[in-house]
């Protein structure tokens, strides 16, 4: 699977407002919904699948989430990259602890046999203190795209 074309530089946000993880997951599920990403369940989807599966992953140097939803709620595979303003509360994944992140990344998968190497990929990524100081340090969508595209 060459997971960098599920990329786009119209996929990212990195200075979104939200308060809670479920207010994230709706401003993302209507932004993927005018890109034709995912279709009208998805936000559905992903809260229930998020509740019974949280994703959180603390990490040495930041906390992230990967929220996804399952295959029938997305039109074309993406990734969709989330920072938010201030950080929300969710939950880790496999112990379901409470934790708090600022980073989302939205994995649209169409093919599930594809999900656990794209998980592996961002907890590698994430576990490297160079690319997450390098990912912090990016304020422009265009610059964010382009150190996603240089590691997958």
């Given at each position: 699977?060459?997971?960098?074309?599920?990329?786009?530089?119209?996929?990212?946000?990195?200075?979104?407002?939200?308060?809670?993880?479920?207010?994230?997951?709706?401003?993302?599920?209507?932004?993927?919904?005018?890109?034709g990403m995912v279709n009208g369940s998805y936000l559905?989807g992903i809260v229930k699948r998020e509740a019974e599966?949280?994703?959180?992953?603390?990490?040495?140097?930041?906390?992230?989430?990967?929220?996804?939803?399952?295959?029938?709620?997305?039109?074309?595979?993406?990734?969709?990259?989330?920072?938010?303003?201030?950080?929300?509360?969710?939950?880790?994944?496999?112990?379901?602890?409470?934790?708090?992140?600022?980073?989302?990344?939205?994995?649209?998968?169409?093919?599930?046999?594809?999900?656990?190497?794209?998980?592996?990929?961002?907890?590698?990524?994430?576990?490297?203190?160079?690319?997450?100081?390098?990912?912090?340090?990016?304020?422009?969508?265009?610059?964010?795209?382009?150190?996603?595209?240089?590691?997958?």
């Open positions: 699977m060459d997971y960098k074309s599920m990329f786009s530089p119209k996929l990212i946000d990195l200075s979104v407002e939200a308060s809670t993880e479920n207010e994230a997951f709706e401003k993302v599920a209507e932004k993927l919904m005018d890109e559905t599966f949280p994703t959180g992953l603390i990490t040495q140097y930041t906390n992230i989430a990967l929220p996804h939803s399952d295959p029938q709620y997305v039109e074309k595979a993406f990734v969709y990259v989330c920072r938010l303003k201030g950080e929300v509360s969710c939950r880790q994944m496999g112990d379901s602890q409470e934790m708090s992140t600022r980073d989302l990344f939205f994995l649209g998968i169409k093919d599930g046999k594809n999900q656990v190497g794209l998980l592996q990929k961002f907890m590698n990524l994430f576990m490297d203190e160079a690319f997450v100081n390098q990912y912090l340090s990016i304020q422009d969508n265009e610059e964010m795209y382009e150190l996603f595209m240089n590691h997958f």
